[in-house]
């Protein structure tokens, strides 16, 4: 990895608006549950960690995985919205489901706008019997739009591709006071996403590959509650 620092950065200066609610209501075993969100964000000088163009450093280093910088974009926009829902049943099976839509643009893209879907959900289920909680996590992070720079400091577009990610694990508690887990993370296995350039200003598309996780992984973790 290669992350620099940039001296000549001027200040953000941001406008944000929010707006939220929450709704629930329970009918005999069943609870519901939904939470809208709507957002707004328009940003003057936002400082952003953009991809560096490999040409501009040392050639020991042209070849490193991950090589940015932070730089100004001059004006940049953010908005969108989530939907997030909730089922429960006897308070021993939840399920709560989640929608998004991230939408931007810069001004470095002739205020093109971009559009991010996102989803994500979580079952859980406590065992009775077994007094056992099971937990699966999805996530699915849709194609993202991301900045590079140019050897001459223009911003250009690049595009990170859309990935999933899914969880799962089970816990149970011991004599009140401890706690064990054990599960798997990322069971899709994914390590690395595709990532392309479309700036006229580079003159080629540049497409390396970016890391975003660490591959599978099982884990045990056991806690005490003091």
Known sequence: HSINGNAGLKPEVADNITASANLSWRKGRHRFGISPMLYYNNIINKIELVDKDRATMEPSRQYVNVAMIYQNVARFRTYGGTLGMTY???????VRPAIGLLMRSGS????????????????????????????????????????????????????QGDYHLLDFSMARSFRAKWFATVGIKNIAGVTEVEQT??????????????????????????????
């Open 88 to 94: 429960s049943y006897n308070d021993r099976l939840t």
């Open 108 to 159: 470095n893209s002739l205020n093109t706008v971009y559009r991010t879907p996102e989803a994500n959900a979580t079952v859980t289920y406590a065992d009775a019997w077994s007094d056992v909680t099971f937990s699966l996590f999805y996530k699915y992070n849709g194609r993202l739009s991301r900045f590079g720079l140019t050897s001459d400091g223009q911003l250009l577009d690049r595009s």
């Open 197 to 226: 350039s479309r700036g006229e200003a580079s003159g080629s598309d540049y497409s390396p590959n970016l890391p975003v996780g660490q591959g599978r992984q099982a884990f045990l973790r056991i806690t005490r509650q003091f």
